[in-house]
């Protein structure tokens, strides 16, 4: 156990609906990271926020949002859902930018 | 860029050794990162260098080199339960998001 949750643990909806994915960081980690994981694309970044602020993006669609409260917990939000978006959703997070990450079970998102 | 590559698959017998090579290249770089993942789990982290040389962590040994963009992870005594994939990932010395190969598959055979 890593000591990251993430909720729900599968999520099954339809094209074009919006669904919310939520994640709590270890105690003390300040930085938060969301990463796609497909079976053709390999684990990509989507971005990061470290402290309530975001610090990066990778290649984050537009449809795609992320924030992280002021209790640290964050949640991306995916809207407009296409098949392609199918894949587990990973959340991790360190102390600082710069340690290595810990991540969570996943949540797995299947669009239909 | 942001160019990260490692073998697809390997097949190693149990109690052996086997090697994971990782070649990187990047223009900003903030260490080496091995993580192993079993089929549909998370990633766990196993090792992180930052310095060139060999990390060793029981079993598991990583090594690196910045001047070639050069990584192995090394793992000896192979058990079954190392069937797994193999994650190498970079650090971006910007903001410390990772940036991960395809991952190697590992099979160890009876």
């Known amino acids: 156990d890593s000591g990251v949750t993430q909720t729900p643990k599968h999520l099954i909806t339809a094209t074009g609906q919006r669904v919310t994915l939520r994640c709590s960081p270890r105690?003390?980690?300040?930085?938060v990271y969301w990463y796609q994981q497909s079976l053709d694309q390999g684990l990509q970044f989507l971005i990061q926020?470290?402290?309530?602020?975001?610090?990066a993006k990778g290649n984050i669609l537009e449809r795609f949002s992320a924030q992280q409260f002021p209790d640290l917990h964050s949640e991306l939000n995916l809207s407009s859902l296409e098949l392609g978006d199918s894949a587990l959703y990973f959340c991790?997070?360190?102390?600082?930018?710069?340690?290595?990450?810990?991540f969570g079970p996943g949540t797995r998102l299947t669009v239909l | 860029g942001q160019n990260i590559d490692q073998p697809t698959e390997m097949t190693a017998t149990e109690g052996a050794i086997v090697q994971i090579n990782c070649t990187y290249q990047?223009?900003?770089?903030?260490?080496l990162f091995w993580y192993q993942q079993h089929a549909g789990e998370a990633p766990t982290f196993l090792s992180y260098?930052?310095?060139?040389g060999l990390e060793e962590k029981g079993r598991f040994s990583s090594f690196l080199s910045r001047s070639k963009g050069y990584s192995y992870l090394l793992l000896k005594e192979l058990q079954m339960k190392d069937s797994a994939s193999y994650l190498c990932?970079?650090?971006?010395?910007?903001?410390?998001?990772?940036?991960f190969g395809q991952g190697t598959t590992l099979q160890v055979k009876p």
């Open positions: 991790a997070s360190s102390v600082s930018s710069y340690n290595e990450q810990f």
């Open positions: 105690s003390g980690d300040l930085s």
């Open positions: 926020y470290y402290n309530g602020e975001e610090r």
């Open positions: 990047t223009s900003g770089f903030n260490g």
């Open positions: 260098n930052v310095l060139d």
């Open positions: 990932a970079y650090g971006s010395s910007n903001t410390g998001k990772l940036i």
